[in-house]
């Protein structure tokens, strides 16, 4: 079996043909050889008998009178007959009368002859009386009588040499005739099995991918058309290669230009981000300073709503940026701990002054048993689901009261589920356009967009983030009677215990108690800002304009923490840190980033630095105070 199915196609087509050609020969050959030695045989039977019969007539007189001689004359002109090996006459008594016989064949004749005999018998002639006419007419039947018989010897040798030669020229013309159909079969596999070869190295040369080799037409036959079909494959697919690289060439230069056009929007958002949350950080600071300053009523009220215009703007580069990460799929969350309590009654306590101003009643409601609770998360993104979602609640109220609840339930000992449900009494979503609130760019009604404002990036992006986190934000609404969004998040427990941070909601201006920090900002307007808040907390203030004078200074000088700037002339706040952390006693001195950049990559970038902490650009005083107390004790 296995010996088959290594034999190729020429080998096959070869025993094919060989095959029924020398079955079929060998029976001709064998045929005709028995009918012809059979043919030979009965001639000489009937020669030998047709001797004997012929003798045996001319010897009867010699057989009556007793004449020896006159046989033994007849029986050797009868010796000359070829292949007579003997004769021999014997009488009614089988006595022999006579006996001649060739030279030297005595001493074989019982393995070498073949005997016939024929009976000598008496012949009676009847004779008939034409003359006379007579009624008494002689009716006695003749009668023979036996008298002997005679004996011919034939020789085999004949035979032998004609049964010989028989045999040979069988064999030759079957050997003739096998070298023919041999040669005629080699011929007919060769012009079978090269074609089929050539088809083989056709195919495998196109398997690897080389088309330009044309197969030879041989003939008309399947053969032919099947070579004109792989031709005609090899051209589709040569065309085909060509298609495909030539649409992968151009898809590749359509991905180098759009990563071109990727990396140009991420500088470019990075550069927007940078030049607009450094003059924003500049007037939102000095709007927090202006606050802490004397003034009139009208002169609050104007301040409060630059604060709050300022606040939405930030709010909207801050979805615009989160966006564009959430489609790069570049936005990573944090995994720190927090006080989930404080973190939900400062959302709320943000908006207390937007909802007097607007005769709305924001209730927060808290249950006891979550003022100690510490989890692990990125309170940043839930801070920025709950703003979102009391930002829209007191938006699109008029009248009436905004609730934000917050629940939870421990899932194991390692692990809470939180919940957060922030109902309103506003003008309610249709239920046909509930789920199209979560989509980018899309509200409502297109008249919402003119009336109450706002980009369309909030709830998704909000709902994004849940997800991320591993929860989810559902939303329930009637129109006209107002709506309830539920957020539902797991959080690790850190601990049951007191907050972390105890501090973060104290708003004294003594916490500094006169320890001295560095300053590094090279813009004069966000030094000013920043300076006074820092004095407004009770800190000593020293100022570095570029990344050198901070080396110096911190070489120079003893401070409890250091705010640096990332984008510095002269050395960037990377590698002034860096520089600062190689200096005697400054390895564990608390280094802040206070950058506008705030791309994804930009935290991570200051933290292998060797910063401890990062605040992006505008920050309000009390984000300065909270990292402050995070890091001075």
């Given at each position: 079996m296995n010996l088959r199915r290594r034999w190729d196609i020429n080998t096959r087509t070869q025993?094919?043909?060989?095959?029924?050609?020398?079955?079929?020969?060998?029976?001709?050959?064998?045929?005709?050889?028995?009918?012809?030695?059979?043919?030979?045989?009965?001639?000489?039977?009937?020669?030998?008998?047709?001797?004997?019969?012929?003798?045996?007539?001319?010897?009867e007189?010699?057989?009556?009178?007793?004449?020896?001689?006159?046989?033994?004359?007849?029986?050797?002109?009868?010796?000359?007959?070829?292949?007579?090996?003997?004769?021999?006459?014997?009488?009614?008594?089988?006595?022999?009368?006579?006996?001649?016989?060739?030279?030297?064949?005595?001493?074989?004749?019982?393995?070498?002859?073949?005997?016939?005999?024929?009976?000598?018998?008496?012949?009676?002639?009847?004779?008939?009386?034409?003359?006379?006419?007579?009624?008494?007419?002689?009716?006695?039947?003749?009668?023979?009588?036996?008298?002997?018989?005679?004996i011919v010897g034939l020789s085999?040798?004949?035979?032998?040499?004609?049964?010989?030669?028989?045999?040979?020229?069988?064999?030759?013309?079957?050997?003739?005739?096998?070298?023919?159909?041999f040669l005629v079969a080699r011929r007919l596999a060769g012009s079978l099995s090269q074609p089929i070869r050539d088809i083989g190295n056709a195919v495998k040369?196109?398997?690897?991918?080389?088309?330009?080799?044309?197969?030879?037409?041989?003939?008309?036959?399947?053969?032919?058309a099947l070579?004109?079909?792989?031709?005609?494959?090899?051209?589709?697919?040569?065309?085909?290669?060509?298609?495909?690289?030539?649409?992968?060439?151009?898809?590749?230069?359509t991905r180098e230009e759009a990563e071109k056009a990727n990396n140009a929007k991420s500088d470019f958002l990075a550069m927007m981000s940078h030049e607009l949350r450094t003059p924003m950080n500049g007037v939102l600071g000095m709007l927090q300073l202006l606050e802490t300053t004397d003034m009139t009523e009208e002169q609050v009220e104007y301040a409060a709503l630059a604060s709050e215009s300022?606040?939405?703007?930030?709010?909207?580069?801050?979805?615009?940026?989160?966006?564009?990460?959430?489609?790069?799929?570049?936005?990573?969350?944090e995994h720190i701990p927090f006080n989930l309590a404080d973190l939900i009654g400062s959302c709320a306590q943000s908006f207390q002054h937007s909802a007097a101003q607007r005769g709305l009643d924001l209730q927060l409601m808290i249950p006891d048993d979550m003022r100690g609770l510490q989890v692990k998360g990125d309170p940043t993104r839930i801070r920025q689901i709950l703003v979102n979602l009391v930002g829209n609640a007191l938006k699109f109220t008029e009248q009436g009261r905004v609730t934000l609840e917050a629940q939870w339930q421990s899932l194991d000992h390692e692990l809470l589920w939180f919940t957060c449900t922030v109902r309103d009494s506003g003008i309610g979503i249709p239920a046909e356009s509930l789920e199209l609130m979560f989509n980018a760019f899309q509200q409502a009604d297109?008249?919402?967009?003119?009336?109450?404002?706002?980009?369309?990036?909030?709830?998704?992006?909000?709902?994004?983030?849940?997800?991320?986190?591993?929860?989810?934000?559902?939303?329930?609404?009637?129109?006209?009677?107002?709506?309830v969004f539920t957020l539902e998040i797991p959080l690790a427990l850190h601990q049951q215990t007191q907050p972390l941070l105890p501090h973060r909601t104290q708003t004294g201006d003594s916490d500094g108690e006169g320890r001295n920090v560095l300053l590094v900002e090279d813009n004069p307007v966000n030094q000013t800002v920043i300076e006074a808040m820092l004095r407004s907390l009770?800190?000593?203030?020293?100022?570095?304009?570029?990344?050198?004078?901070?080396?110096r200074s911190a070489e120079s000088l003893i401070f409890e923490a250091i705010l640096m700037d990332c984008r510095l002339p002269v050395i960037d706040g990377y590698e002034a840190t860096r520089q600062i952390r190689q200096l005697p006693g400054c390895t564990d001195l608390p280094i802040i980033a206070l950058t506008a950049n705030a791309l994804q990559g930009d935290r991570e970038a200051c933290l292998s630095a060797g910063m401890n902490d990062y605040l992006a650009k505008p920050f309000k005083r009390t984000d300065l105070q909270q990292i402050l107390q995070r890091w001075v004790q």
């Open positions: 025993l094919i043909s060989l095959g029924p050609a020398l079955l079929l020969t060998l029976l001709l050959i064998s045929f005709f050889t028995f009918v012809r030695i059979q043919d030979l045989r009965q001639e000489i039977t009937h020669t030998g008998q047709l001797i004997a019969n012929q003798l045996a007539p001319a010897t007189y010699g057989v009556i009178s007793g004449n020896s001689e006159v046989l033994e004359t007849l029986l050797k002109a009868t010796l000359t007959t070829p292949n007579v090996s003997f004769l021999e006459i014997q009488d009614s008594a089988n006595r022999v009368l006579v006996y001649v016989e060739q030279p030297n064949e005595h001493h074989n004749r019982a393995q070498q002859l073949e005997v016939f005999q024929a009976p000598i018998r008496l012949q009676r002639i009847a004779l008939h009386n034409d003359f006379f006419q007579s009624s008494k007419t002689a009716t006695a039947a003749p009668t023979e009588d036996y008298l002997g018989r005679v085999n040798d004949a035979f032998s040499r004609r049964q010989q030669e028989i045999v040979l020229k069988a064999a030759i013309l079957a050997l003739f005739a096998l070298l023919f159909t040369a196109i398997q690897a991918g080389d088309y330009k080799t044309p197969l030879p037409i041989v003939d008309d036959t399947e053969l032919g070579s004109q079909h792989i031709n005609n494959l090899a051209s589709g697919l040569e065309q085909a290669s060509r298609e495909q690289h030539q649409a992968m060439a151009q898809l590749i230069q300022t606040e939405h703007l930030l709010k909207v580069i801050n979805d615009i940026l989160d966006f564009s990460r959430i489609e790069r799929s570049e936005l990573e969350l297109s008249s919402i967009s003119r009336r109450y404002g706002g980009t369309g990036l909030g709830l998704p992006i909000a709902r994004t983030l849940a997800e991320r986190m591993g929860g989810t934000l559902r939303a329930q609404s009637e129109e006209g009677r107002g709506s009770g800190f000593k203030v020293s100022v570095a304009a570029d990344g050198a004078q901070a080396v």
